[in-house]
């Protein structure tokens, strides 16, 4: 009797293991699965750049998610392709994403970006950031599940709306970590330029910190415009979006480089979604503080796949454009 009450103990401590490796497993590959900063949606999509815009659009807008922003793309000079970039966002998500507030760095990783091209081999193409992707890098682990779910919800619903062979490729930089390693790379949020610190973090407070920052980009002269604007001072932060065509042409030129063909000389335009670029004002503990992410680190993180040589070769571009930003900023600060 009391040999087959071991055996029953022994089985049971057997499975309870089991199904504690299973479960550790499973969450450990989808933490350490290889992720592709970007994932197309459906290519050979019918109609005009403008007419699968409207309707990429009109898909998020009727399913709680909120166009807040869209640009063209500035291409380098003899490419005839074209590329429209829809920024949306969606408060369940926000809220999630940075811990409901706990969490506000999280935030470097939205909105939603998804890009209409026109490509040589593809036709209309339509792509977007990788959820998953951002999620593990700027808000953990624990996130990723969540949105994958997200990533493939919003894909069905743009499918359904424009048509097309559907397509889950992932590319860009893939990893299998959250990080960018190698020269420029690191971790996140050690990758954070801290621009400005203020004493206080009410909402007035983070509200008037973020008035004063688009009064520098207002009046900046480095080429920079507004794309899009998330005030959820409620959970902690205020993120604005900003681009310029020559970062956006070099980005892309460059990108291209180790994949351009005789048929496709500028690939890199898949990596349109890449921009705008984040200025986050967050709170702080009882400070509002007012930063982005290292521009080496940035580019390292969307464009890594452009190889060693091209990012040896230009060097001085990620200081050109930190600086850059850091200068409207500022401007707008000292008002």
Do not use: C
Request: proline share 4%; glycine share 10%.
């Amino acid at each position: 009797m009391k040999k087959a009450m071991k055996l029953v103990k022994l089985k049971f401590l057997f499975l309870l293991v089991f199904a504690f490796l299973s479960v550790f497993l499973i969450a450990d590959s989808v933490y350490a699965a290889d992720y592709g900063v970007f994932t197309k949606v459906a290519v050979n999509v019918p109609g005009s750049i403008s007419s699968v815009t409207q309707k990429v659009e009109n898909a998020l807008n009727a399913h709680n998610w909120t166009v807040i922003g869209r640009f063209n793309t500035s291409l380098p000079s003899g490419d005839s392709y074209h590329s429209t970039v829809i920024v949306a966002a969606n408060s369940v998500y926000d809220k999630y994403m940075v811990d409901n507030g706990n969490y506000p760095l999280g935030a470097f990783g939205l909105p939603l970006r998804v890009a209409v091209y026109t490509t040589p081999n593809q036709g209309v193409t339509v792509s977007m950031v990788n959820l998953p992707a951002l999620a593990r890098t700027f808000s953990g682990n624990s996130y990723v599940a969540y949105a994958a779910e997200v990533n493939n919800y919003l894909k069905s619903i743009i499918r359904e709306s424009i048509g097309g062979t559907p397509s889950n490729t992932q590319y860009g930089p893939m990893r299998t970590g959250r990080f960018p390693g190698g020269i420029g790379g690191g971790s996140f949020p050690g990758s954070v330029d801290q621009i400005s610190n203020y004493s206080g973090s009410t909402d007035s407070n983070l509200l008037g910190v973020a008035d004063l920052v688009l009064k520098g980009i207002g009046r900046n002269n480095g080429g920079w415009h507004l794309v899009y604007k998330i005030e959820k001072p409620s959970i902690g932060f205020i993120e604005i979006g900003v681009t310029r065509n020559s970062t956006e042409r070099h980005s892309i030129e460059i990108d291209s480089g180790a994949r351009a063909t005789s048929s496709d000389k500028f690939p890199g335009i898949d990596h349109s979604p890449s921009y705008p670029v984040e200025i986050l004002i967050y709170r702080a503990g009882n400070y509002t503080d007012v930063s982005i992410l290292g521009e080496m680190w940035r580019m390292k993180y969307y464009f890594a796949d452009a190889g060693m040589m091209a990012f040896m070769t230009h060097m001085g571009m990620p200081g050109s454009i930190q600086g850059s930003l850091k200068q409207m900023i500022l401007y707008g600060l000292a008002y």
